[in-house]
């Protein structure tokens, strides 16, 4: 494995820049933290050692201590060249999407909420890149992992760290299949299995539940599936993000309680950029818009 020493930083200062342009003209000046007019650079922390804060600290961010999730203070936003996100809002006490013990399960892509905040999903699990457990350490941005048996098996320890910062792992299959293409059987093992190896490993079972592709979402044979595994719903997503931008569903702009499909990738996949580079960039194109990053999990009652 290499994961050290990752590099080609050059191409996306310039792409960034563009992008950073673009959005600019779809979004005023967002939330009071942290308002400094400048464009935010890409990160540059995927390289060996991330650049220590040297001036860029933004004067008046939101720095309330402790301000979880999102509550990260300056220097820390700083170290990754990045403005602070606003901390997002407490959890809401009455929860927008509540789960029943058994039935049909839901399909959601968003979640009805009036704060100003959105979701980050991470999916399969392929890339194990170190720094970003640095990253989410630092930031503490909140995530939920959809894991791949079979993608992270070779080192379930890796998501560990991630974990236990509050992360929940959800499931995402056995083996990374086309839902619709395979038996109900077969559909059923890949639900299941899973399940069973991430609740081993992770020590709590999985509430939710994504198909590869977002494929067979709304099929009464893959709701069944999932019903006879534990997930109490299946989750989709709003915005898928690229490389340096998300790719919108509908419209250019991010909703309050989007739901955001993100991977963990490395320089392979991403051209070149890295796992805390593609990161940094989401994050920046959130703090753009003024929304904050919340954890689904919060919004979501579990069955009792
Ligand atoms: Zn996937």
Redesign the pocket.
């Known amino acids: 494995m290499n994961r050290d020493g990752r590099n080609g930083l050059g191409r996306t200062r310039a792409y960034a820049a563009g992008a950073v342009a673009l959005m600019a003209l779809a979004t005023a000046c967002g939330s009071g933290g942290g308002d400094g007019g400048k464009a935010p650079a890409a990160t540059s922390a995927g390289a060996a050692a991330p650049q220590p804060a040297g001036t860029a600290a933004p004067t008046g961010a939101a720095t309330t201590p402790g301000a979880a999730p999102g509550g990260a203070d300056a220097a820390a936003w700083a170290k990754w060249n990045l403005k602070p996100l606003a901390p997002a809002p407490a959890p809401p006490a009455d929860k927008p999407i509540k789960l029943e013990k058994s039935g049909p399960v839901p399909v959601f892509s968003d979640v009805k909420t009036s704060d100003k905040v959105v979701f980050i999903t991470i ?2 699990g392929a890339e194990k890149d170190p720094k970003f457990v640095e990253m989410l350490t630092d930031l503490k941005v909140p995530i939920s992992m ?1 894991l ?1 048996r079979d993608i992270v098996k070779n080192d379930y320890g890796y998501f560990k760290p991630l974990q236990a910062l509050g992360n929940h792992v959800q499931n ?2 056995v083996d ?1 299949p086309v839902m619709s293409k395979i038996s109900p059987e077969k559909q059923k093992s890949e639900v299941c299995d899973a399940q069973s190896a991430l609740a081993e490993h992770y020590g709590t079972a999985p509430l939710l539940f ?1 198909p ?2 977002g494929d067979g979402a709304n099929t009464p044979t893959l709701n069944s599936a999932v019903q006879q595994c534990g997930p109490r719903a299946v989750v989709l997503w709003r915005e898928s993000m690229q490389i340096h931008d998300m790719q919108y569903q509908s419209g250019d702009k991010l909703k309050n309680g989007d739901i955001i499909l993100a ?1 963990f990738r490395g320089p392979k996949e991403l051209k070149g950029s890295t796992m805390t580079q593609m990161f940094g960039e989401l994050l920046a194109r959130i703090q753009e818009q003024g929304f904050s990053v919340a954890r689904l999990e919060d919004y979501i009652q579990a069955p009792s």
Do not use: L
Request: charged fraction near 25%; aromatic fraction near 18%.
């Open positions: 999916d399969d959809f791949t995402h299959t990374h994504r590869p592709f991977h």
